[in-house]
Structures are given as C-alpha cells and as structure tokens.
C-alpha cells in the first residue's frame, strides 16, 4: 500500500469516528420543534386573559356610555325644566363618565397594542415551525444517508487496513506453480529410447521363435 494509500485511510477512519461523535442534528431539530410549540401554546395561554380583559373593558365602556347618554338626556330635561343646579350635578357626574371611558379605551387600546405583538409573534413561530418540520424531511434523509455512507466508508478502510494484498505477488506464486506443474510432467513423458529396446527385443524373441519352430 502505497503512503498516500495509508494517508487516505487514516484520514476516512478518523473523518468517520468524528462523524459519530457529532450530536444527531435531527434531534436537534426535534427539539427545537418541541420548545417553539411549548412556548406558542404558553404565548396563547398568557395572551388569553389580557386578550379577555380587552372585552371585558370593551363591554365596560359600553355599558358607561349609556350611562353618559342617560345623564345627558337629563342634563337636556333639567335645562329645559330650568333646574340649571339639577343639569350642573348631572353634566359633572357625566364629565366623570368620560374621563372612565378616556382611561379605558387607553388602557384597551395598550392591551390591544401587546395584543396584536403576541398575535405577529406566534404567528411568525408558528411559520418558523411549519419550515422546520418541512425541512426535516429532507435533512434526515441527507443525514441517513451521510451516516451510511462514513459506515461503508469504515468498513472499506478497515478491509483495506487488514486484508491488504498484492496482486503482483500472487501472479508470481502462480506462475512458480505453473512451472513446477510443468517440471512434474516432464517426468511423466515416455522414454523413447527404451519403447525402442523393448520393441527390438519382442522382434528377436519372434526371430528366434521361428529358427525353433524349424526343427520341431
């Protein structure tokens, strides 16, 4: 294995194990999910009871200027009773009334203010959710996939690490195989000279077999 070779797995394996080490960023994002989904639902709880406040005081004006309408129909009737004392106690008391209602609308008009802040950030966490759970599904695909491939890319190192072989070296314990092989039968091929001595001495035996035959 070459040095660069070595470098390259070092690298991979130590690439890999830093991998594992990271902390799983879909959790993050599960997190991160649950805590704005907390804190909306919290929003909306606390927001409740200012946002009924708000009607609350809206109905409290109400019902105060029918009460400055009443006192201004009598400050009308007194003046044309000529009781200018009666129409004097009733314009003060309705001046009160006013000054009631000024304070109320202040105050739901504040409420209201805080109201509508409560509602424009709920509503941009609520968004900010929806794009997270959106954009989960892509990430833990892409993160599946990257954990996947640095384990394959373990396995391949460590495959590499320990199985290492050199394919030159094994063609040459083949072909040292091959010629021994070749030598063996080398041994095995006839011995011509000797088929030769051995056919020349069935042939004499015949010869001699027939020079006998003569005198039988």
């Known amino acids: 294995m070459s040095f660069f070779s ?22 993050q994002i599960d997190l991160a999910i649950r805590k704005r989904e907390e804190a909306i639902n919290k929003a909306k709880l606390e927001s409740a009871s200012f946002i009924g406040s708000i009607s609350q005081k809206k109905t409290e ?3 105060i200027q029918e009460k400055i309408k009443q006192y201004e129909e009598g400050i009308r ?12 106690t009733f314009l003060l ?17 504040t409420l209201q203010t805080t109201a509508d802040k409560v509602k424009t950030n709920v509503a941009a966490l609520e968004k900010e959710v929806k794009e997270l759970k959106t954009k989960k599904s892509e990430l833990s695909a892409r993160y599946a996939t990257a954990k996947a491939q640095s384990k394959v890319n373990e396995i391949l190192t ?14 040459q314990k083949v072909m040292e195989a091959e010629s021994y092989a070749q030598g063996l039968e080398e041994f095995k091929r006839p011995d011509v ?24």
Do not use: C, M
Request: proline share 1%; net charge negative; hydrophobic share 30%.
């Open 193 to 216: 000279d000797a088929e030769l001595s051995e056919y020349l001495s069935d042939n004499k035996d015949a010869s001699i077999q027939d020079e006998l035959n003569k005198y039988r």
């Open 61 to 63: 004006v109400r019902t």
């Open 77 to 88: 009737k007194a003046l044309a009773a000529g009781d200018e004392e009666k129409a004097t």
């Open 6 to 27: 070595r470098l390259g797995n070092i690298i991979s394996g130590k690439a890999n194990k830093a991998l594992d080490k990271i902390e799983d960023p879909i959790e």
């Open 93 to 109: 008391k309705k001046k009160e009334f006013d000054q009631e209602v000024a304070s109320l609308e202040t105050t739901i008009k």
């Open 158 to 171: 460590e495959v590499n690490k320990e199985s290492h072989i050199s394919l030159s070296d094994i063609e």
